[in-house]
Protein backbone atom coordinates (compact mmCIF):
# COMPACT_ATOMS: atom_id res chain seq x y z
CA UNK A 1 0.00 0.00 0.00
CA UNK A 2 1.77 3.17 -1.10
CA UNK A 3 1.28 6.09 1.63
CA UNK A 4 3.00 8.87 1.07
CA UNK A 5 3.60 11.16 -2.19
CA UNK A 6 5.70 14.43 -2.38
CA UNK A 7 4.75 18.04 -3.60
CA UNK A 8 7.49 20.08 -5.01
CA UNK A 9 6.98 24.19 -5.73
CA UNK A 10 9.81 25.76 -7.92
CA UNK A 11 10.10 29.13 -7.65
CA UNK A 12 12.87 31.53 -8.65
CA UNK A 13 14.29 32.06 -5.24
CA UNK A 14 13.57 29.09 -3.04
CA UNK A 15 12.47 25.48 -4.02
CA UNK A 16 9.35 24.60 -2.03
CA UNK A 17 8.74 20.91 -0.60
CA UNK A 18 6.33 18.65 1.20
CA UNK A 19 5.60 15.33 2.09
CA UNK A 20 2.27 14.37 1.82
CA UNK A 21 0.25 11.20 3.18
CA UNK A 22 -1.99 9.92 0.47
CA UNK A 23 -4.88 11.77 2.15
CA UNK A 24 -3.41 15.23 1.75
CA UNK A 25 -2.10 15.48 5.69
CA UNK A 26 1.31 17.47 5.39
CA UNK A 27 4.14 15.29 6.97
CA UNK A 28 7.15 17.69 7.05
CA UNK A 29 7.56 20.51 4.60
CA UNK A 30 10.45 22.95 3.95
CA UNK A 31 12.63 24.57 1.02
CA UNK A 32 15.52 24.83 -1.18
CA UNK A 33 17.90 27.33 -2.43
CA UNK A 34 16.86 27.16 -6.22
CA UNK A 35 20.39 27.46 -7.71
CA UNK A 36 19.87 29.25 -11.07
CA UNK A 37 23.03 29.55 -12.17
CA UNK A 38 24.94 27.74 -15.71
CA UNK A 39 21.15 27.54 -16.84
CA UNK A 40 19.59 26.14 -14.03
CA UNK A 41 21.38 22.59 -14.22
CA UNK A 42 21.46 21.57 -10.89
CA UNK A 43 17.52 22.29 -10.07
CA UNK A 44 16.03 19.17 -10.76
CA UNK A 45 19.50 17.08 -8.91
CA UNK A 46 18.66 19.01 -5.92
CA UNK A 47 15.11 18.15 -5.99
CA UNK A 48 16.12 14.74 -6.25
CA UNK A 49 18.48 15.09 -3.80
CA UNK A 50 16.05 16.28 -0.80
CA UNK A 51 13.38 13.60 -1.51
CA UNK A 52 15.40 11.18 -1.50
CA UNK A 53 17.01 12.50 1.69
CA UNK A 54 13.69 13.08 3.41
CA UNK A 55 12.46 9.40 2.82
CA UNK A 56 15.88 8.37 4.54
CA UNK A 57 15.08 10.78 7.86
CA UNK A 58 11.77 9.66 7.96
CA UNK A 59 12.40 5.63 7.69
CA UNK A 60 10.07 5.78 4.49
CA UNK A 61 10.69 2.77 2.05
CA UNK A 62 11.04 3.44 -1.44
CA UNK A 63 7.91 1.48 -2.73
CA UNK A 64 5.70 3.52 -0.05
CA UNK A 65 5.75 6.45 -2.45
CA UNK A 66 2.96 7.11 -4.81
CA UNK A 67 5.20 9.78 -6.68
CA UNK A 68 6.10 13.28 -7.15
CA UNK A 69 4.20 16.11 -8.19
CA UNK A 70 6.30 19.49 -9.51
CA UNK A 71 4.82 22.42 -10.24
CA UNK A 72 7.15 24.98 -12.51
CA UNK A 73 7.28 28.53 -13.39
CA UNK A 74 6.51 28.30 -16.87
CA UNK A 75 4.36 26.54 -19.39
CA UNK A 76 4.65 22.58 -18.86
CA UNK A 77 2.44 20.54 -21.66
CA UNK A 78 1.03 16.99 -20.90
CA UNK A 79 3.90 15.13 -20.90
CA UNK A 80 5.87 17.22 -18.22
CA UNK A 81 8.01 19.29 -20.73
CA UNK A 82 8.90 22.64 -20.18
CA UNK A 83 9.82 24.34 -23.68
CA UNK A 84 11.28 27.35 -21.22
CA UNK A 85 11.26 28.80 -17.73
CA UNK A 86 13.19 32.02 -17.44
CA UNK A 87 13.24 32.30 -14.00
CA UNK A 88 15.26 29.36 -13.49
CA UNK A 89 17.14 30.14 -16.38
CA UNK A 90 16.28 27.28 -18.05
CA UNK A 91 15.85 26.37 -22.15
CA UNK A 92 13.79 23.18 -22.94
CA UNK A 93 13.52 20.93 -19.78
CA UNK A 94 11.78 17.15 -19.56
CA UNK A 95 11.08 17.73 -15.98
CA UNK A 96 9.26 14.74 -15.61
CA UNK A 97 11.91 12.32 -17.54
CA UNK A 98 14.53 13.81 -15.80
CA UNK A 99 13.08 14.03 -12.17
CA UNK A 100 11.67 10.48 -12.91
CA UNK A 101 14.97 9.10 -13.85
CA UNK A 102 16.62 10.85 -10.69
CA UNK A 103 14.67 9.67 -8.06
CA UNK A 104 12.78 6.28 -9.80
CA UNK A 105 9.49 7.99 -8.89
CA UNK A 106 6.67 8.61 -10.95
CA UNK A 107 6.72 12.33 -11.65
CA UNK A 108 3.95 14.53 -13.20
CA UNK A 109 4.72 18.09 -14.01
CA UNK A 110 2.51 21.45 -14.53
CA UNK A 111 2.82 24.95 -14.29
CA UNK A 112 2.89 26.93 -10.66
CA UNK A 113 -0.21 29.04 -11.06
CA UNK A 114 -2.41 26.08 -12.24
CA UNK A 115 -0.77 24.03 -9.43
CA UNK A 116 -1.56 26.27 -7.29
CA UNK A 117 -5.21 26.17 -8.30
CA UNK A 118 -5.53 22.43 -7.91
CA UNK A 119 -3.98 22.98 -4.22
CA UNK A 120 -7.03 25.47 -3.55
CA UNK A 121 -9.65 23.26 -5.09
CA UNK A 122 -8.03 19.82 -3.03
CA UNK A 123 -7.71 21.52 0.74
CA UNK A 124 -8.06 25.65 0.24
CA UNK A 125 -10.91 27.44 -0.57
CA UNK A 126 -12.07 25.20 -3.17
CA UNK A 127 -12.16 22.37 -0.98
CA UNK A 128 -15.26 19.96 -1.79
CA UNK A 129 -15.85 21.38 -5.65
CA UNK A 130 -14.99 19.83 -8.92
CA UNK A 131 -14.62 22.59 -11.29
CA UNK A 132 -12.87 26.36 -10.19
CA UNK A 133 -11.40 29.34 -11.76
CA UNK A 134 -8.92 30.47 -9.53
CA UNK A 135 -7.81 33.97 -9.88
CA UNK A 136 -4.26 35.19 -8.17
CA UNK A 137 -3.94 38.77 -7.32
CA UNK A 138 -0.32 39.48 -7.25
CA UNK A 139 2.29 41.24 -8.44
CA UNK A 140 0.87 40.07 -11.42
CA UNK A 141 -2.36 37.99 -12.16
CA UNK A 142 -2.30 34.73 -12.43
CA UNK A 143 -4.79 32.23 -12.59
CA UNK A 144 -5.82 28.18 -13.12
CA UNK A 145 -8.98 26.34 -14.39
CA UNK A 146 -9.77 22.84 -12.75
CA UNK A 147 -12.13 21.07 -14.67
CA UNK A 148 -13.75 17.90 -13.19
CA UNK A 149 -10.66 18.17 -10.22
CA UNK A 150 -8.24 18.41 -13.53
CA UNK A 151 -5.61 21.56 -14.87
CA UNK A 152 -6.87 22.27 -18.05
CA UNK A 153 -2.79 23.17 -19.05
CA UNK A 154 -3.97 24.33 -22.48
CA UNK A 155 -2.69 23.46 -25.93
CA UNK A 156 -0.08 26.07 -26.00
CA UNK A 157 0.19 25.69 -22.29
CA UNK A 158 -1.34 28.85 -21.49
CA UNK A 159 -4.58 27.77 -20.24
CA UNK A 160 -5.98 30.00 -17.20
CA UNK A 161 -3.30 32.76 -18.01
CA UNK A 162 -6.70 35.23 -17.53
CA UNK A 163 -4.12 37.70 -16.16
CA UNK A 164 -3.63 38.47 -20.03
CA UNK A 165 -7.25 38.48 -21.25
CA UNK A 166 -8.30 41.25 -22.65
CA UNK A 167 -10.31 43.89 -21.18
CA UNK A 168 -9.46 47.63 -22.03
CA UNK A 169 -9.13 49.35 -25.14
CA UNK A 170 -8.47 52.72 -23.51
CA UNK A 171 -5.05 51.67 -22.57
CA UNK A 172 -1.49 53.07 -24.14
CA UNK A 173 0.48 51.34 -21.32
CA UNK A 174 1.78 47.98 -22.37
CA UNK A 175 1.83 44.98 -19.92
CA UNK A 176 4.79 42.59 -19.21
CA UNK A 177 3.12 40.66 -22.24
CA UNK A 178 3.77 43.22 -24.73
CA UNK A 179 -0.18 43.50 -25.16
CA UNK A 180 -2.19 47.29 -23.81
CA UNK A 181 -5.79 46.51 -21.90
CA UNK A 182 -5.06 43.25 -19.83
CA UNK A 183 -6.83 42.35 -16.92
CA UNK A 184 -3.80 41.94 -14.97
CA UNK A 185 -3.34 45.90 -15.85
CA UNK A 186 -6.16 46.52 -13.27
CA UNK A 187 -6.59 44.44 -10.45
CA UNK A 188 -2.92 43.20 -9.90
CA UNK A 189 -1.47 44.69 -6.82
CA UNK A 190 0.88 46.90 -9.33
CA UNK A 191 -2.62 47.79 -11.27
CA UNK A 192 -4.88 48.54 -8.35
CA UNK A 193 -1.74 50.76 -7.43
CA UNK A 194 -1.67 52.39 -10.58
CA UNK A 195 -5.92 53.27 -10.44
CA UNK A 196 -5.08 54.52 -7.19
CA UNK A 197 -2.59 57.04 -8.09
CA UNK A 198 -4.57 58.07 -11.80
CA UNK A 199 -7.55 58.65 -9.27
CA UNK A 200 -5.60 61.41 -6.67
CA UNK A 201 -3.70 63.04 -9.59
CA UNK A 202 -7.82 63.66 -10.65
CA UNK A 203 -9.21 65.11 -7.81
CA UNK A 204 -7.47 67.50 -4.93
CA UNK A 205 -10.10 65.76 -2.17
CA UNK A 206 -8.10 65.13 0.36
CA UNK A 207 -7.50 61.35 0.91
CA UNK A 208 -5.58 59.10 3.50
CA UNK A 209 -3.92 57.61 0.55
CA UNK A 210 -1.63 61.11 -0.30
CA UNK A 211 1.75 61.22 1.40
CA UNK A 212 2.26 57.62 1.68
CA UNK A 213 3.22 54.52 -0.63
CA UNK A 214 0.48 53.81 -2.72
CA UNK A 215 0.36 49.80 -2.33
CA UNK A 216 -3.05 47.57 -3.23
CA UNK A 217 -2.79 47.11 0.77
CA UNK A 218 -2.80 50.49 1.60
CA UNK A 219 -5.97 51.42 -0.67
CA UNK A 220 -7.92 48.49 0.40
CA UNK A 221 -7.22 49.70 4.54
CA UNK A 222 -8.21 53.15 3.23
CA UNK A 223 -11.47 51.81 1.67
CA UNK A 224 -11.87 50.26 4.87
CA UNK A 225 -12.11 53.32 6.43
CA UNK A 226 -14.29 54.91 4.33
CA UNK A 227 -11.99 57.38 1.81
CA UNK A 228 -14.07 58.42 -0.78
CA UNK A 229 -10.72 58.01 -3.33
CA UNK A 230 -9.66 54.93 -2.10
CA UNK A 231 -13.32 53.68 -2.09
CA UNK A 232 -13.61 54.98 -6.44
CA UNK A 233 -10.28 53.28 -6.74
CA UNK A 234 -11.87 49.96 -5.54
CA UNK A 235 -15.24 50.03 -7.64
CA UNK A 236 -12.82 50.28 -10.28
CA UNK A 237 -10.85 47.35 -9.49
CA UNK A 238 -13.87 45.23 -9.67
CA UNK A 239 -15.54 46.47 -12.43
CA UNK A 240 -12.82 45.31 -14.14
CA UNK A 241 -12.20 42.24 -12.31
CA UNK A 242 -16.34 41.00 -11.44
CA UNK A 243 -17.19 41.88 -15.49
CA UNK A 244 -14.02 39.69 -16.76
CA UNK A 245 -14.87 36.67 -14.17
CA UNK A 246 -18.48 36.81 -15.72
CA UNK A 247 -16.85 35.97 -18.92
CA UNK A 248 -14.50 33.24 -17.83
CA UNK A 249 -17.19 31.48 -16.27
CA UNK A 250 -19.47 31.85 -19.47
CA UNK A 251 -16.79 29.80 -21.09
CA UNK A 252 -16.07 26.48 -18.32
CA UNK A 253 -19.16 27.58 -15.79
CA UNK A 254 -17.10 26.86 -12.56
CA UNK A 255 -18.94 26.01 -9.68
CA UNK A 256 -16.46 28.17 -7.82
CA UNK A 257 -14.30 31.22 -8.09
CA UNK A 258 -11.24 31.57 -5.72
CA UNK A 259 -9.46 34.44 -5.74
CA UNK A 260 -5.97 33.93 -3.97
CA UNK A 261 -2.27 35.89 -4.11
CA UNK A 262 -1.48 38.98 -1.92
CA UNK A 263 -4.23 41.34 -2.82
CA UNK A 264 -6.70 38.98 -1.22
CA UNK A 265 -5.20 39.63 2.05
CA UNK A 266 -7.53 42.47 2.05
CA UNK A 267 -9.98 39.74 2.59
CA UNK A 268 -14.09 39.30 1.71
CA UNK A 269 -14.11 43.18 1.58
CA UNK A 270 -12.82 41.93 -1.95
CA UNK A 271 -16.40 40.75 -3.00
CA UNK A 272 -18.08 43.73 -2.27
CA UNK A 273 -16.77 44.83 -5.52
CA UNK A 274 -16.38 42.21 -7.33
CA UNK A 275 -19.87 40.68 -6.73
CA UNK A 276 -21.60 43.62 -8.17
CA UNK A 277 -20.74 43.65 -11.69
CA UNK A 278 -20.49 39.84 -11.61
CA UNK A 279 -23.87 39.38 -10.75
CA UNK A 280 -24.66 42.03 -13.31
CA UNK A 281 -23.06 40.86 -16.25
CA UNK A 282 -23.19 37.36 -15.73
CA UNK A 283 -25.28 34.84 -17.92
CA UNK A 284 -28.66 34.08 -15.64
CA UNK A 285 -27.66 30.38 -15.28
CA UNK A 286 -23.82 31.29 -13.68
CA UNK A 287 -25.23 34.32 -11.38
CA UNK A 288 -25.38 31.86 -8.50
CA UNK A 289 -21.32 30.48 -9.19
CA UNK A 290 -19.74 30.55 -5.79
CA UNK A 291 -17.09 33.02 -4.35
CA UNK A 292 -14.24 31.97 -2.17
CA UNK A 293 -10.97 33.41 -0.48
CA UNK A 294 -7.73 31.14 -0.83
CA UNK A 295 -6.94 29.72 2.37
CA UNK A 296 -3.40 27.96 1.59
CA UNK A 297 -1.34 31.25 0.97
CA UNK A 298 2.38 30.40 -0.34
CA UNK A 299 1.62 25.91 0.54
CA UNK A 300 -0.99 26.39 -2.12
CA UNK A 301 1.83 24.95 -4.67
CA UNK A 302 2.80 22.17 -2.77
CA UNK A 303 -0.58 20.75 -2.15
CA UNK A 304 -1.79 21.23 -5.16
CA UNK A 305 1.89 19.53 -6.85
CA UNK A 306 0.92 15.95 -4.35
CA UNK A 307 -2.56 15.98 -5.61
CA UNK A 308 -1.35 15.51 -8.91
CA UNK A 309 0.05 12.07 -8.05
CA UNK A 310 -2.49 11.08 -6.49
CA UNK B 1 -18.31 -7.37 -30.54
CA UNK B 2 -19.94 -3.88 -30.61
CA UNK B 3 -20.07 -2.12 -34.13
CA UNK B 4 -22.66 0.34 -33.92
CA UNK B 5 -23.87 3.19 -32.05
CA UNK B 6 -26.62 5.95 -32.90
CA UNK B 7 -26.71 9.51 -32.42
CA UNK B 8 -29.87 11.42 -31.70
CA UNK B 9 -30.11 15.05 -32.07
CA UNK B 10 -33.47 16.56 -30.72
CA UNK B 11 -35.00 19.80 -32.10
CA UNK B 12 -37.84 21.51 -31.94
CA UNK B 13 -39.30 20.71 -34.33
CA UNK B 14 -37.82 17.29 -35.92
CA UNK B 15 -34.94 14.59 -34.26
CA UNK B 16 -32.39 13.97 -36.69
CA UNK B 17 -31.67 10.84 -36.06
CA UNK B 18 -28.08 8.60 -36.88
CA UNK B 19 -27.02 4.92 -37.18
CA UNK B 20 -23.09 4.82 -37.03
CA UNK B 21 -20.08 2.49 -37.65
CA UNK B 22 -17.80 2.52 -34.45
CA UNK B 23 -15.71 3.98 -36.58
CA UNK B 24 -17.83 6.90 -37.45
CA UNK B 25 -19.38 6.09 -40.93
CA UNK B 26 -22.75 7.30 -41.76
CA UNK B 27 -24.90 3.50 -42.03
CA UNK B 28 -28.09 5.76 -42.24
CA UNK B 29 -29.93 8.47 -41.50
CA UNK B 30 -33.43 9.97 -41.12
CA UNK B 31 -35.89 11.90 -39.30
CA UNK B 32 -39.06 12.14 -37.31
CA UNK B 33 -41.45 15.15 -36.25
CA UNK B 34 -40.61 16.48 -32.79
CA UNK B 35 -44.27 15.41 -30.81
CA UNK B 36 -44.31 18.40 -28.30
CA UNK B 37 -47.64 18.08 -27.51
CA UNK B 38 -48.61 16.92 -23.85
CA UNK B 39 -45.39 18.75 -22.40
CA UNK B 40 -43.43 16.75 -25.07
CA UNK B 41 -44.14 13.24 -23.37
CA UNK B 42 -43.87 11.44 -26.80
CA UNK B 43 -40.47 12.70 -27.42
CA UNK B 44 -38.47 10.07 -25.88
CA UNK B 45 -40.74 6.64 -26.32
CA UNK B 46 -40.96 8.26 -30.16
CA UNK B 47 -36.69 8.23 -30.29
CA UNK B 48 -36.98 4.53 -28.76
CA UNK B 49 -39.30 3.00 -31.22
CA UNK B 50 -37.47 4.91 -34.07
CA UNK B 51 -34.21 3.40 -32.63
CA UNK B 52 -36.00 -0.48 -32.27
CA UNK B 53 -37.15 0.06 -35.52
CA UNK B 54 -33.99 0.93 -37.29
CA UNK B 55 -32.22 -2.20 -35.50
CA UNK B 56 -35.28 -4.76 -37.49
CA UNK B 57 -35.00 -2.76 -40.69
CA UNK B 58 -30.89 -3.31 -40.69
CA UNK B 59 -30.80 -6.68 -39.18
CA UNK B 60 -28.50 -5.88 -36.13
CA UNK B 61 -28.73 -7.47 -33.28
CA UNK B 62 -29.29 -5.49 -29.99
CA UNK B 63 -25.74 -6.96 -28.67
CA UNK B 64 -24.08 -5.39 -31.60
CA UNK B 65 -24.53 -1.58 -30.09
CA UNK B 66 -22.46 0.30 -28.30
CA UNK B 67 -24.95 2.90 -26.90
CA UNK B 68 -26.90 5.51 -28.20
CA UNK B 69 -26.10 9.46 -27.95
CA UNK B 70 -28.69 11.89 -27.70
CA UNK B 71 -28.34 16.27 -27.90
CA UNK B 72 -31.61 18.08 -26.34
CA UNK B 73 -31.86 21.62 -26.52
CA UNK B 74 -31.13 22.67 -23.10
CA UNK B 75 -29.10 22.29 -20.17
CA UNK B 76 -27.81 18.75 -19.50
CA UNK B 77 -26.00 17.62 -16.39
CA UNK B 78 -23.40 15.23 -15.97
CA UNK B 79 -25.95 11.76 -14.91
CA UNK B 80 -27.89 12.81 -18.20
CA UNK B 81 -30.48 14.94 -16.42
CA UNK B 82 -32.33 18.32 -18.25
CA UNK B 83 -33.81 20.34 -15.34
CA UNK B 84 -36.11 22.04 -18.43
CA UNK B 85 -36.02 22.57 -21.84
CA UNK B 86 -38.23 25.30 -23.28
CA UNK B 87 -38.57 24.07 -26.68
CA UNK B 88 -39.20 21.16 -26.10
CA UNK B 89 -42.07 21.57 -23.60
CA UNK B 90 -40.44 19.28 -20.98
CA UNK B 91 -39.90 20.16 -17.35
CA UNK B 92 -37.33 17.79 -15.42
CA UNK B 93 -36.64 14.80 -17.39
CA UNK B 94 -34.15 12.17 -16.74
CA UNK B 95 -32.74 11.67 -20.51
CA UNK B 96 -30.55 9.56 -20.14
CA UNK B 97 -32.00 7.16 -17.43
CA UNK B 98 -35.59 7.03 -19.32
CA UNK B 99 -34.56 6.43 -22.94
CA UNK B 100 -32.03 3.61 -21.60
CA UNK B 101 -34.89 1.52 -19.79
CA UNK B 102 -37.15 2.46 -23.05
CA UNK B 103 -34.28 1.21 -25.62
CA UNK B 104 -32.26 -1.23 -22.80
CA UNK B 105 -29.18 0.50 -24.13
CA UNK B 106 -25.90 2.54 -22.47
CA UNK B 107 -27.92 6.46 -23.32
CA UNK B 108 -25.89 9.30 -23.04
CA UNK B 109 -26.79 12.78 -23.28
CA UNK B 110 -25.66 16.54 -23.70
CA UNK B 111 -26.81 19.77 -24.59
CA UNK B 112 -27.34 20.26 -28.29
CA UNK B 113 -25.03 22.76 -29.05
CA UNK B 114 -21.92 21.25 -26.89
CA UNK B 115 -23.00 17.46 -28.65
CA UNK B 116 -22.69 19.70 -32.22
CA UNK B 117 -18.61 20.67 -31.05
CA UNK B 118 -18.02 17.57 -30.47
CA UNK B 119 -18.88 16.21 -33.76
CA UNK B 120 -17.25 19.00 -35.93
CA UNK B 121 -14.30 17.69 -33.62
CA UNK B 122 -14.57 13.96 -34.23
CA UNK B 123 -15.41 14.31 -37.80
CA UNK B 124 -15.53 18.23 -39.16
CA UNK B 125 -13.47 21.55 -38.92
CA UNK B 126 -12.36 20.31 -35.95
CA UNK B 127 -11.25 16.76 -36.92
CA UNK B 128 -7.84 15.83 -36.43
CA UNK B 129 -7.77 17.96 -32.86
CA UNK B 130 -8.30 16.99 -29.34
CA UNK B 131 -9.01 20.45 -27.48
CA UNK B 132 -11.88 22.97 -29.60
CA UNK B 133 -13.76 25.69 -28.72
CA UNK B 134 -16.72 25.71 -31.13
CA UNK B 135 -18.89 29.01 -31.95
CA UNK B 136 -22.13 29.09 -33.51
CA UNK B 137 -23.15 32.09 -35.19
CA UNK B 138 -26.32 31.19 -36.33
CA UNK B 139 -29.96 33.76 -35.32
CA UNK B 140 -28.19 33.74 -31.96
CA UNK B 141 -24.81 32.82 -31.01
CA UNK B 142 -23.96 29.45 -29.44
CA UNK B 143 -20.50 27.56 -28.49
CA UNK B 144 -19.00 24.01 -27.10
CA UNK B 145 -15.62 24.02 -25.42
CA UNK B 146 -14.04 20.67 -25.51
CA UNK B 147 -11.30 19.93 -23.81
CA UNK B 148 -9.44 16.20 -24.58
CA UNK B 149 -12.01 15.15 -26.88
CA UNK B 150 -14.37 15.62 -23.93
CA UNK B 151 -17.33 18.64 -23.13
CA UNK B 152 -17.33 21.34 -20.69
CA UNK B 153 -20.46 21.00 -19.60
CA UNK B 154 -20.42 23.49 -16.61
CA UNK B 155 -21.27 23.49 -13.21
CA UNK B 156 -24.65 24.75 -14.12
CA UNK B 157 -24.53 23.58 -17.59
CA UNK B 158 -24.19 26.79 -19.35
CA UNK B 159 -20.40 25.92 -20.45
CA UNK B 160 -19.72 26.86 -23.56
CA UNK B 161 -22.89 29.39 -23.88
CA UNK B 162 -20.11 32.18 -25.34
CA UNK B 163 -22.73 34.30 -27.08
CA UNK B 164 -23.59 35.36 -23.55
CA UNK B 165 -20.26 37.10 -22.90
CA UNK B 166 -20.84 40.35 -22.07
CA UNK B 167 -18.72 42.32 -24.72
CA UNK B 168 -20.59 45.73 -25.62
CA UNK B 169 -21.06 48.17 -22.01
CA UNK B 170 -22.59 51.10 -24.23
CA UNK B 171 -25.70 48.67 -25.17
CA UNK B 172 -28.95 49.39 -23.98
CA UNK B 173 -31.18 47.16 -25.86
CA UNK B 174 -31.50 43.30 -24.39
CA UNK B 175 -30.38 40.57 -25.12
CA UNK B 176 -32.96 37.06 -25.56
CA UNK B 177 -31.10 36.22 -21.79
CA UNK B 178 -32.36 39.94 -20.27
CA UNK B 179 -28.76 40.97 -20.44
CA UNK B 180 -27.39 43.87 -22.38
CA UNK B 181 -24.44 44.02 -24.53
CA UNK B 182 -23.74 40.31 -25.00
CA UNK B 183 -21.73 38.84 -27.65
CA UNK B 184 -24.85 37.21 -29.66
CA UNK B 185 -26.04 40.85 -30.07
CA UNK B 186 -23.39 42.10 -32.52
CA UNK B 187 -22.11 38.57 -34.22
CA UNK B 188 -25.05 36.64 -34.81
CA UNK B 189 -27.33 36.66 -38.13
CA UNK B 190 -29.70 39.17 -36.35
CA UNK B 191 -27.10 41.12 -34.66
CA UNK B 192 -25.28 41.86 -38.13
CA UNK B 193 -27.96 42.83 -39.38
CA UNK B 194 -28.52 45.63 -36.47
CA UNK B 195 -25.30 46.29 -37.18
CA UNK B 196 -25.80 46.93 -40.83
CA UNK B 197 -29.03 48.85 -39.79
CA UNK B 198 -26.90 51.68 -37.82
CA UNK B 199 -24.48 51.95 -40.22
CA UNK B 200 -26.81 52.70 -42.94
CA UNK B 201 -28.81 54.98 -40.92
CA UNK B 202 -25.66 56.86 -39.96
CA UNK B 203 -24.41 57.56 -43.63
CA UNK B 204 -25.79 58.44 -47.13
CA UNK B 205 -23.64 56.63 -48.78
CA UNK B 206 -24.88 54.70 -51.75
CA UNK B 207 -24.41 50.96 -51.01
CA UNK B 208 -25.57 47.55 -52.44
CA UNK B 209 -27.41 46.84 -48.90
CA UNK B 210 -30.05 49.68 -49.38
CA UNK B 211 -33.77 48.63 -50.70
CA UNK B 212 -33.20 44.96 -50.27
CA UNK B 213 -33.71 43.48 -46.91
CA UNK B 214 -30.84 43.40 -44.62
CA UNK B 215 -29.61 39.99 -43.86
CA UNK B 216 -26.12 38.78 -42.26
CA UNK B 217 -25.93 37.04 -45.83
CA UNK B 218 -26.78 40.40 -47.52
CA UNK B 219 -23.91 41.67 -45.92
CA UNK B 220 -21.15 39.33 -46.75
CA UNK B 221 -22.36 39.21 -50.09
CA UNK B 222 -22.16 42.68 -50.16
CA UNK B 223 -18.50 43.29 -48.86
CA UNK B 224 -17.53 40.29 -51.82
CA UNK B 225 -18.59 43.20 -53.87
CA UNK B 226 -16.49 45.44 -52.66
CA UNK B 227 -19.04 47.73 -50.64
CA UNK B 228 -17.75 50.17 -48.03
CA UNK B 229 -20.85 50.22 -45.69
CA UNK B 230 -20.75 46.28 -45.62
CA UNK B 231 -17.18 46.03 -45.47
CA UNK B 232 -17.62 48.61 -42.43
CA UNK B 233 -20.34 46.00 -40.91
CA UNK B 234 -17.90 43.01 -41.02
CA UNK B 235 -15.11 45.24 -39.75
CA UNK B 236 -17.50 45.66 -36.38
CA UNK B 237 -18.48 41.87 -36.41
CA UNK B 238 -14.70 40.58 -36.48
CA UNK B 239 -13.99 43.24 -33.87
CA UNK B 240 -16.14 42.32 -31.25
CA UNK B 241 -15.93 38.32 -32.30
CA UNK B 242 -12.08 38.75 -32.57
CA UNK B 243 -11.53 39.96 -29.39
CA UNK B 244 -14.05 37.87 -27.52
CA UNK B 245 -12.11 34.33 -29.31
CA UNK B 246 -9.06 36.00 -27.71
CA UNK B 247 -10.44 35.98 -24.09
CA UNK B 248 -11.79 32.61 -24.36
CA UNK B 249 -8.45 31.55 -25.76
CA UNK B 250 -6.75 32.42 -22.58
CA UNK B 251 -9.16 30.63 -20.45
CA UNK B 252 -8.96 27.03 -21.89
CA UNK B 253 -5.98 27.44 -24.72
CA UNK B 254 -7.50 25.27 -27.58
CA UNK B 255 -5.35 23.89 -30.68
CA UNK B 256 -8.43 24.99 -32.71
CA UNK B 257 -11.32 27.77 -32.99
CA UNK B 258 -14.03 26.44 -35.25
CA UNK B 259 -16.76 28.65 -36.36
CA UNK B 260 -20.15 26.88 -37.67
CA UNK B 261 -23.77 28.34 -37.99
CA UNK B 262 -25.70 29.85 -40.93
CA UNK B 263 -23.50 33.01 -40.94
CA UNK B 264 -20.66 30.32 -41.81
CA UNK B 265 -22.04 30.21 -44.82
CA UNK B 266 -19.96 33.59 -45.86
CA UNK B 267 -17.20 31.14 -46.01
CA UNK B 268 -12.95 31.98 -45.48
CA UNK B 269 -14.03 35.72 -45.82
CA UNK B 270 -15.04 35.77 -42.67
CA UNK B 271 -11.47 35.25 -41.26
CA UNK B 272 -10.21 38.23 -43.07
CA UNK B 273 -12.48 40.14 -40.35
CA UNK B 274 -11.85 37.80 -37.28
CA UNK B 275 -8.29 36.82 -37.38
CA UNK B 276 -6.67 40.72 -37.56
CA UNK B 277 -8.68 41.32 -33.95
CA UNK B 278 -8.23 37.88 -32.38
CA UNK B 279 -3.85 38.07 -33.58
CA UNK B 280 -4.11 41.82 -32.14
CA UNK B 281 -5.91 40.94 -28.54
CA UNK B 282 -4.63 37.30 -28.13
CA UNK B 283 -2.08 35.82 -25.70
CA UNK B 284 1.51 35.47 -27.37
CA UNK B 285 1.23 31.63 -26.73
CA UNK B 286 -2.15 31.69 -28.37
CA UNK B 287 -1.56 33.32 -31.64
CA UNK B 288 -1.11 30.19 -33.34
CA UNK B 289 -4.23 28.64 -32.53
CA UNK B 290 -6.05 27.36 -35.67
CA UNK B 291 -8.95 28.71 -37.08
CA UNK B 292 -11.13 26.30 -39.70
CA UNK B 293 -15.00 26.70 -41.08
CA UNK B 294 -17.48 23.81 -39.49
CA UNK B 295 -17.99 21.09 -42.42
CA UNK B 296 -20.82 19.14 -40.93
CA UNK B 297 -23.74 21.69 -41.43
CA UNK B 298 -26.83 20.03 -39.75
CA UNK B 299 -25.30 16.77 -39.23
CA UNK B 300 -22.95 18.21 -36.49
CA UNK B 301 -25.25 17.00 -33.75
CA UNK B 302 -26.13 12.99 -35.13
CA UNK B 303 -21.74 12.89 -35.29
CA UNK B 304 -21.60 14.47 -31.36
CA UNK B 305 -24.03 12.41 -30.39
CA UNK B 306 -22.87 8.68 -31.70
CA UNK B 307 -19.12 10.15 -30.37
CA UNK B 308 -20.84 10.68 -26.85
CA UNK B 309 -21.00 6.79 -26.32
CA UNK B 310 -18.29 5.90 -28.07
Known amino acids: MKKYCFGIDVGGTTV ?14 WEIVTRTEENGKNI ?31 PVNENGEVPCAVNLHWGYTNVAGD ?16 VAALGELWKGGGAGYRDMIMVTLGTGVGGGIIINEKIIAGSHGAGGEIGHAHVEDNM ?36 ALRGQEITAKAVFDAVKEGDAVAERVAVRFGEYLG ?10 DPQIIVIGGGVSKAGPILFDYIMGPFQRYAFAACKETKFALATLGNDAGIFGAAKMVL
Not at 17 to 23: K, P, S
Not at 45 to 72: M, N, R, Y
Not at 100 to 112: I, P, Q, R
Request: aromatic share 4%; hydrophobic share 40%; proline share 4%.
Open 16 to 29: KCGLFTADGDVIDK
Open 44 to 74: LPDVAQTILAKLEEKKIQKDEVVGVGIGIPG
Open 99 to 114: LSALTGFSVKAGNDAN
Open 172 to 207: TEPCNCGSCGCLEQFTSATGIARLAREELANTDEPS
Open 243 to 252: KALSVFSIVV
